[in-house]
């Protein structure tokens, strides 16, 4: 059938002005462009966990008989689980495929064309990616030169039409975690104030600040399984969040948003803290380790980090970044290379398993004798 050219279908104006959310780089397109085989390559770009789930995780996937049917689109167990594990009455948890999923479904919730949010970078890319999306603008308060939230300055930005307030705890590239105080502040605000909380079990304050979500209507915490649990690949999130706005979520939320492998595996892993969180002892461990090793390279300055992840500026009177990417790429290693504004020159290594981390040691000699 013949569709004319000219048929008046137009694409929303923020698509062309909407930066394409670009992810670290996969085993697959890595190998592909290398020529290292997938069996060989040590991934440190997404800050995944090295470790797989508990043995009873993929006991319990392999087990299951009803794949044929839908999840229970309430998620049930898998909250009462979590209202365990956090502490926080069910009836203030929504579960979905992955945290990501509902931080933009939160955005879509409250912001409407010519709003805008109240952004600290440097941070997680996804939240301007999503804001843009919703024909909305994002306000950048960037963080001090310890990055440390600009409390005074966000107050300072604030708009009749800002409607969130964004923060990340421990933060997305830099791994410092947020001052409880400064949250307090910017809830008296009346705004939203959304904490991510993707590496929280990593941190020193693995209980984050979900205990607060009940007692404030303004409130939102995400979570992840992701990152410390091993289930990247099975794209489990859930927020935290006031009663009132739960009713919205579970009003604007797609039926069966998260499958059955995904709920079976999320409570599987909450019956398991014991295996998964010793873990996460281990990265935490390593993430020590391995941030000695980045500290020994003329050419990098780290940043303590309280995530899975170590962030570092490049020395570039030392090095090239490219140069860098290229030995370190020899070596099988995938890094998250970074030359947005904020982040000019800097590179997030992932915490690995003790090889990983003697791999990268091997290659960063490499580079000493150049």
């Not at 008989?65 to 049930?76: C, E, L, R």
């Not at 579970?250 to 019956?271: D, M, S, Y």
């Amino acid at each position: 059938m013949y569709i004319p050219a000219s048929l008046p279908v137009h694409v929303r104006p923020e698509m062309d002005r909407m930066a394409e959310y670009i992810p670290g780089e996969s085993l697959e397109a890595f190998s592909s462009r290398t020529g290292i085989p997938i069996h060989q390559l040590v991934k440190l770009n997404s800050n995944e966990s090295p470790y797989p789930p508990a043995p009873a995780v993929t006991h319990a996937l392999g087990n299951h008989a009803f794949y044929n049917n839908y999840p229970d689109t309430n998620s049930t167990d898998l909250r009462s689980a979590l209202a365990t594990y956090t502490g926080v009455e069910s009836k203030h948890i929504v579960v979905s495929h992955g945290s990501n999923e509902l931080i933009n479904l939160l955005w879509h919730i409250f912001l409407s064309v010519g709003d805008n949010i109240i952004c600290c970078p440097p941070t997680f890319s996804l939240y301007t990616f999503i804001t843009t999306f919703c024909g909305a603008y994002v306000l950048e308060v960037p963080r001090t030169e310890g990055y440390e939230v600009d409390v005074e300055g966000i107050l300072a930005a604030l708009t009749p039409e800002t409607k969130l307030i964004v923060l990340c705890s421990p933060n997305n590239p830099t791994g410092n975690p947020l001052c409880e105080e400064d949250v307090l502040a910017l809830l008296e605000t009346g705004r939203i104030v959304m904490v991510d909380e993707a590496y929280v079990e990593f941190s020193q304050q693995p209980r984050g600040l979900a205990h607060l979500v009940p007692q404030y209507r303004n409130l939102v915490v995400m979570r992840t399984f992701s990152k410390w649990a091993g289930l990247a690949g099975l794209r489990i999130g859930y927020g935290i969040f006031p009663e009132w706005i739960v009713t919205y979520m579970k009003r604007a939320q797609c039926p069966f948003e998260v499958n059955v492998a995904g709920h079976i595996a999320a409570i599987e892993t909450l019956h398991q803290l014991d295996y998964t969180l010793a873990n996460v002892q281990r990265i935490v461990e390593e993430r020590e380790r391995l941030f000695t090793l980045l500290s020994h390279q003329p050419y990098l300055e780290p940043l303590p980090s309280q995530g899975n992840f170590i962030l570092a500026r490049i020395r570039e009177e030392e090095i090239r970044m490219d140069e860098l990417k290229r030995v370190v790429e020899s070596y099988g290693i995938l890094l998250r290379y970074f030359n947005h504004p904020y982040l000019r020159n800097f590179v997030r290594v992932t915490v690995g398993l003790p090889e990983h981390t003697e791999r990268l040691a091997l290659a960063f000699s490499k580079i000493e004798n150049r």
